[in-house]
């Protein structure tokens, strides 16, 4: 899974209707110019190549006052929402996505209702704790058995699944005690009957 269809659906939809430098600047704003593959070329690519899939409708409106080519503008479709939610709950749900999709997913967590976001989180926990267990079963050297540095990358890969769950359980946790406003919450209204569902 790429980042950039997730961060680029995600951004337009903020909008509800923007154009491709809009989009750019909402990114970089974010930093995910530094930690994902979103340049300014991935970028307006990625606008144009959803629009051909039918992800967005792109708008063609009026030329600059200062002379310049129509700007286009682009809306989600029902299609682009669907995708949108389905790249997102995959990037929090699942184990073994890159830190970049990762991170744009906790970018749009709340986007989603919070005993939902929750779920996922325990998912995610869930399958790290079954690949560590992978991990240890299939990794682990015999006794007697010397695997020099390549010994490494097996504790890599367990301490990789230990940190990745401890820190899910924390957003699960801050989830749960009424952390930030969640897709269905009004800001500053009662959060309790939202967090009690996960």
Do not use: C
Not at 99 to 107: C, F, K, R, S
Request: a negative charge; aromatic letters at 8%; glycine letters at 12%.
């Amino acid at each position: 899974m790429s980042a950039i269809r997730l961060l680029v659906l995600g951004a337009v939809r903020r909008h509800g209707r923007t154009h491709g430098y809009q989009v750019r600047n909402d990114l970089e704003d974010w930093g995910a110019h530094e930690w994902s593959n979103a340049k300014p070329g991935s970028i307006y690519h990625a606008l144009k190549t959803m629009a051909k899939q039918g992800l967005l409708i792109a708008h063609d409106v009026a030329p600059s006052e200062a002379g310049g080519p129509p700007r286009t503008e682009y809306e989600l479709t029902a299609e682009g929402e669907a995708e949108y939610f389905r790249l997102l709950r995959e990037a929090l749900s699942s184990h073994d996505q890159k830190v970049d999709v990762l991170t744009a997913g906790v970018g749009f967590l709340v986007d989603l209702p919070r005993a939902e976001a929750v779920a996922l989180l325990e998912r995610r926990v869930e399958a790290l704790r079954a690949w560590r267990e992978e991990i240890r079963r299939h990794w682990t050297p015999s006794e007697g058995e010397d695997w020099g540095h390549i010994g490494e990358i097996m504790g890599m890969w367990v301490h990789t699944a230990e940190s990745g769950e401890a820190w899910s359980l924390g957003l699960i946790g801050r989830l749960r005690a009424g952390a930030y406003v969640m897709a269905g919450e009004e800001p500053g209204g009662d959060r309790e009957s939202g967090a009690s569902g996960g």
